[in-house]
């Protein structure tokens, strides 16, 4: 096999030169991002180092043999129907190396993206940027921070700080936060939906927000529960109600809600503990926007997961647009060492934060953030 290197301003160049010397049999072997300090190291030029092979054994066409004359008709429609078939064959072959050289053109935006961190920002922001990928910030946050982040450095006579970095950090967030609102309970709702996918901890989390408004704030609460799959979850609240001495009704239909919002009328609060369901399937949401009433009476939570992938999250709250959700609610932030999630589905769907848990125990591991206190869990256990 030849191997040969070669080094372009871009992958498209570099493509065009390997075609252009070694043929269209060639095979990218490797690739990467060559770097070039000028201007006293403030500008880094970036080239593209491509290493191609080829195998020169040329292969002997196929010889077609002659016709026999001597036999029958169908041999010679197959002949005169030669052309056809060499056509499709030769249409395949193209399709075949198309393929593969997106395969091979991927695999090398691949490499590079893997590469595109180092050679955009100096090597003092780099351990900063890690950082942020560990906290799980979204692609498009740390792109745009780590832009603000080289505009400091650049602006600064090349000297940058841990505080330095967390400062730029917090007022880009601050930024982009601005309008959404982050805290807990306003106490001016009656009404207290609490929505969310099974296993994300509703019941508990209901559990904990009616204990701190029976214990802190000695309102008179009452609790309706329309999630009569899982008896445990019945069992459950009913031993939570039965703690906080506080009224619960069970509903199947709509009627039974009505009903159940009729008796509980009396009370100040009453918290609502709806199915969880996989809500990523439409039709889940269509059932409880037919039960519940999302008036201008009641306020909605939306009850999240921090150990879930993002994407079925996104996916989860996508399929709640239509409900007017106005604040989310984290769990299980106990389970996990990165609270990026927070910040990217607050920016990203503009809507607030209203608690996050941090264990089981009712009524204490529940808090009430303010955008100060989540900078905190954001850069806990960093420095410089």
């Given at each position: 096999?030849?191997m040969?290197?070669?080094n372009?301003?871009?992958i498209?160049?570099?493509?065009?030169?390997?075609?252009?010397?070694?043929?269209?049999?060639?095979?990218?072997?490797?690739?990467?991002?060559?770097?070039?300090?000028k201007?006293?190291?403030?500008?880094?030029?970036?080239s593209?180092?491509?290493?191609?092979?080829v195998d020169?054994?040329e292969?002997?066409?196929?010889?077609?043999?002659l016709p026999d004359?001597?036999?029958?008709?169908?041999s010679?429609?197959?002949?005169a129907?030669s052309?056809?078939?060499?056509?499709?064959?030769?249409?395949?072959?193209?399709?075949?190396?198309l393929?593969?050289?997106?395969?091979?053109?991927?695999?090398i935006?691949?490499?590079l993206?893997?590469?595109?961190?180092?050679?955009?920002?100096?090597?003092?922001?780099?351990?900063?940027?890690d950082?942020l990928?560990?906290?799980?910030?979204?692609?498009?946050?740390?792109?745009a921070i780590?832009?603000?982040l080289?505009?400091?450095f650049k602006n600064?006579?090349q000297?940058?700080?841990?505080?330095?970095m967390?400062?730029?950090?917090?007022?880009?967030l601050r930024?982009q936060?601005?309008?959404?609102e982050?805290?807990g309970?306003?106490?001016?709702?009656?009404?207290?939906?609490?929505?969310?996918?099974?296993?994300?901890?509703?019941t508990t989390t209901?559990?904990?927000?009616?204990?701190?408004?029976?214990?802190?704030?000695?309102?008179k609460?009452?609790?309706i529960?329309?999630?009569?799959?899982r008896?445990a979850?019945?069992?459950?609240?009913?031993?939570?109600?039965?703690?906080?001495?506080?009224?619960?009704?069970?509903?199947?239909?709509?009627?039974?809600?009505k009903n159940?919002l009729?008796?509980?009328?009396?009370?100040d609060i009453?918290?609502?503990?709806?199915?969880?369901?996989?809500?990523?399937?439409a039709k889940?949401?269509?059932?409880?926007?037919?039960?519940i009433?999302?008036?201008?009476q009641?306020?909605?939570?939306?009850?999240l997961?921090?150990t879930?992938k993002?994407?079925?999250?996104?996916a989860?709250v996508?399929?709640?647009?239509?409900?007017?959700i106005?604040?989310?609610i984290?769990t299980?932030l106990d389970?996990?060492n990165?609270i990026?999630?927070?910040?990217?589905?607050?920016?990203k769907?503009?809507?607030?934060l209203?608690?996050?848990?941090?264990?089981?125990?009712?009524?204490?591991?529940?808090e009430?953030?303010?955008?100060e206190?989540l900078?905190e869990?954001?850069f806990?256990?960093?420095?410089?």
């Amino acid at each position: 096999m030849k191997m040969k290197k070669y080094n372009a301003p871009s992958i498209a160049e570099a493509m065009k030169m390997i075609r252009a010397d070694l043929g269209e049999d060639a095979v990218i072997l490797n690739s990467k991002v060559v770097t070039k300090k000028k201007y006293f190291g403030l500008v880094k030029e970036k080239s593209f180092e491509v290493v191609a092979g080829v195998d020169r054994v040329e292969k002997q066409p196929p010889v077609s043999p002659l016709p026999d004359f001597a036999a029958p008709v169908s041999s010679y429609k197959e002949i005169a129907a030669s052309p056809a078939k060499e056509q499709e064959t030769a249409d395949n072959q193209m399709n075949e190396e198309l393929k593969k050289e997106i395969a091979d053109l991927k695999s090398i935006m691949q490499s590079l993206q893997r590469h595109s961190i180092q050679s955009q920002y100096p090597d003092e922001l780099l351990p900063f940027i890690d950082f942020l990928k560990r906290q799980e910030l979204s692609k498009e946050l740390i792109t745009a921070i780590s832009d603000e982040l080289f505009q400091h450095f650049k602006n600064n006579s090349q000297e940058i700080s841990f505080q330095d970095m967390r400062a730029v950090v917090e007022d880009y967030l601050r930024e982009q936060l601005k309008g959404v609102e982050i805290g807990g309970l306003t106490y001016d709702k009656k009404y207290i939906n609490i929505l969310g996918p099974t296993g994300v901890g509703k019941t508990t989390t209901i559990a904990k927000m009616a204990a701190r408004s029976v214990l802190e704030k000695k309102k008179k609460i009452g609790f309706i529960t329309t999630d009569t799959y899982r008896i445990a979850a019945i069992e459950q609240l009913k031993t939570y109600a039965g703690l906080l001495q506080a009224p619960i009704e069970i509903v199947y239909n709509a009627e039974d809600y009505k009903n159940a919002l009729n008796k509980l009328d009396h009370l100040d609060i009453i918290f609502i503990d709806t199915a969880g369901r996989n809500y990523k399937e439409a039709k889940y949401v269509e059932d409880l926007q037919r039960l519940i009433n999302f008036t201008d009476q009641a306020e909605s939570f939306l009850v999240l997961s921090l150990t879930a992938k993002e994407k079925d999250v996104e996916a989860i709250v996508d399929q709640f647009k239509e409900i007017p959700i106005k604040k989310f609610i984290f769990t299980k932030l106990d389970e996990t060492n990165s609270i990026g999630t927070m910040f990217n589905l607050m920016i990203k769907y503009k809507k607030g934060l209203a608690y996050y848990t941090n264990g089981q125990e009712v009524p204490e591991d529940i808090e009430q953030p303010d955008l100060e206190n989540l900078f905190e869990l954001f850069f806990q256990g960093e420095s410089e």
